[in-house]
């Protein structure tokens, strides 16, 4: 049986960033964004934390304790190669491994 490559497409809603991850690599980032989502919660002193959907498709948000400013807001999705052909958003980067638990 031939597995097809699979890709995690990141984006980063405030910047309109996207960025493709290997999805042997997305278990070790999606729990380093959760982390990161919760401990910079726990800095705002009462912000509201989202975290919906699963490690292959969903989205966090972090807005503050007032209510008035999103601090954080990112989704993603999981494409195989083949379903990813023409439907990627321009501007993707691969994101080299270094940065990938960030």
Known sequence: MDIERCYVY???ILTGEWA???VSDWADTYRARVATAVSRQMG???GELTLSGSPE???????NA?????????????LTVSQA?????SGIVDVPQSVRRL
Not at 57 to 63: A, S, Y
Not at 66 to 78: A, N, P, V
Not at 85 to 89: A, D, H, S, T, Y
């Open 10 to 12: 990141l984006r980063d």
């Open 20 to 22: 493709r991850i290997e």
């Open 44 to 46: 705002t002193f009462g």
């Open 57 to 63: 498709r969903g989205r966090v948000t972090l807005i």
């Open 66 to 78: 007032e209510g008035d400013q999103i601090i954080m807001d990112f989704d993603w999705y999981t």
């Open 85 to 89: 052909l023409g439907r990627e958003p």
